[in-house]
């Protein structure tokens, strides 16, 4: 079974600049999340989807981060206009919710360097 | 904020038993205890996690006590490649789930 996919890996751009990411869930999975993970830290819960609807986006930032997952299956994460402090790894990850207790599959995440 | 106190660090020799306590103390009653672990530029993994019962899975098991206010990961025979972050975290099913800064555990030769 293929896993979360992300793209790209590696990304590095000027402040005020935006940025979009790319993910992939594991096919069949109706839930998918963005995480932030900033380093030294666990990943914080940017945003959950259910199928293509948004299910918690309390800590998106929302001024300067969307998230869209059209069709239910892929979603993107743009950042726009982006700044030094968004410097992170933005994780996706996606579960199966048949039973509550599923587990989130990670993908391998992708580093964003702000300068 | 995350509801669980991790040490920060943590060393273990390769083989032997590597013991990982967490602290929950305000776990509330339908709350499950998961553990997952990060290792180097990766995203993190799955490992195993529990509602009152100990649990074991051929990665490791988790113990959590009576009370349920804390548990303890163990990893039966430490490899090199154990080495990792490992994060306990409390949810009401895995749709929700609240990281702390985890465990740093280095498995040493």
């Known amino acids: 079974e293929a896993g979360v996919a992300q793209s790209p890996r590696y990304k590095i751009i000027e402040k005020r600049q935006s940025v979009a990411f790319w993910c992939n869930p594991i096919s069949g999975h109706a839930t998918l999340y963005w995480y932030q993970q900033i380093l030294g830290q666990g990943p914080k819960l940017l945003i959950q989807?259910?199928?293509?609807?948004?299910?918690?986006d309390s800590q998106l930032p929302k001024d300067r981060f969307s998230a869209e997952r059209l069709k239910g299956v892929d979603s993107t994460l743009k950042i726009q206009p982006a700044k030094l402090e968004d410097s992170a790894v933005y994780l996706c990850?996606?579960?199966?919710?048949?039973?509550?207790?599923?587990?989130?599959?990670f993908g391998p995440g992708t580093r964003l360097t702000v300068l | 904020d995350a509801k669980t106190t991790q040490p920060p660090s943590m060393d273990c020799a390769e083989g032997r038993a590597a013991n990982l306590p967490c602290n929950h103390s305000t776990i509330s009653g339908n709350e499950y205890v998961y553990w997952y672990r990060q290792i180097h530029s990766q995203g993190p993994q799955y490992i195993i996690h529990?509602?009152?019962n100990n649990e074991t899975n051929e990665m490791a098991s988790l113990i959590i006590t009576e009370d349920r206010k804390s548990s303890t990961l163990i990893l039966p025979h430490a490899t090199l490649r154990d080495t990792a972050v490992y994060y306990c975290t409390l949810s009401q099913g895995a749709q929700k789930l609240v990281f702390g800064q985890g465990t740093r555990l280095t498995i040493n030769p």
């Open positions: 529990g509602l009152k």
């Open positions: 990850a996606s579960s199966n919710q048949l039973v509550p207790t599923d587990t989130q599959y």
């Open positions: 989807f259910q199928n293509n609807g948004v299910v918690d």
